[in-house]
């Protein structure tokens, strides 16, 4: 495992951090609802925190590390950085051009999203509402 010292403490470190703790320590509180349930970190980021900081960048003040897919692991093409209020998807985030998630530069076309990913994000809501 690899260590930027001096970016430990900070938030995006701290972001790094606990996404592993709760998909890979069974002692973590939250671990039930992440590695419990098959949720995992991909490779990129397991072991590397600096590759992951280079994928992510900095945490923008007041966003949390959202997946696009509930129920898919932490990996660039299923997170992006967003709002309590945008997680709890009642508001659209602030004069978006282009897809909020991270590496995708599509147009958006509705909660942030380009067309592609707000399907999966369409499929996800529905399958969670039906309780699968
Ligand atoms: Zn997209």
């Known amino acids: 495992m690899t260590f930027t010292h001096g970016m430990r403490n900070t938030p995006i470190y ?11 320590n069974p002692n973590h509180p939250r671990y039930a609802d992440y590695g419990g349930r098959g ?9 590397s925190f600096e590759t992951f900081h280079a994928d992510v960048g900095d945490m ?3 966003m949390t590390l959202d997946r696009i897919d509930n129920d898919g692991n932490y990996e660039s093409s299923n ?4 709002t309590r209020a945008d997680q709890n998807r009642n508001q659209r985030p602030r004069n978006p051009k282009t897809c909020t998630v991270l590496g995708c530069d599509k147009k958006h076309e509705a909660h942030g999203l380009c067309h592609t990913h707000y399907y ?7 399958a969670e509402n039906q309780g699968a």
């Open 14 to 24: 701290n972001v790094w951090r606990n996404m592993r703790q709760r998909c890979l």
């Open 39 to 47: 949720i995992t970190v991909c490779d990129r980021w397991h072991d």
């Open 60 to 62: 923008p003040a007041g």
């Open 79 to 82: 997170v992006r950085w967003a």
């Open 120 to 126: 999966r994000w369409y499929r996800a809501q529905r």
